[in-house]
Nanobody, 114 residues
């Protein structure tokens, strides 16, 4: 099993930046894929970014060039650095892990508003 704990959400103005963190309960080397989903009211869930155990990354078109996913294997933590935030980035962001099965964190709210 994998427990995931997110942190770093909050309120930010348009154009601002935030960094989300996701701490895993076991070594992320053993997790095939980690990433971030987001869910906004009235909108479809969106897979924002992923990083594989080999370090390959992938991004949704809506965030390419603005968001960066990274990891610190010593801390078993994955990050999502978000720049140039837009109101449409407002959502609950969930950390995900694909191992023996799929795991989700509890979510952290990101609100982009002036």
């Amino acid at each position: 099993q994998v427990q995931l704990v997110e942190s770093g959400g909050g309120l930010v103005q348009p154009g601002g930046s935030l960094r989300l963190s996701c701490a895993a309960s076991r070594s992320i080397w053993s997790i095939n894929v980690m990433g971030w989903n987001r869910q906004a009211p009235g909108r479809q869930r969106e897979l924002v970014a992923t990083i594989t155990s080999g370090g390959s990354t992938n991004y949704a078109n809506s965030v390419k060039g603005r968001f960066t996913i990274s990891r610190d294997v010593a801390k078993n933590t994955v990050y999502l650095q978000m720049h140039s935030l837009k109101p449409e980035d407002t959502a609950v962001y969930y950390c995900i892990a694909v191992a023996d099965e799929d795991y989700w964190g509890q979510g952290t709210q990101v609100t982009v508003s002036s």
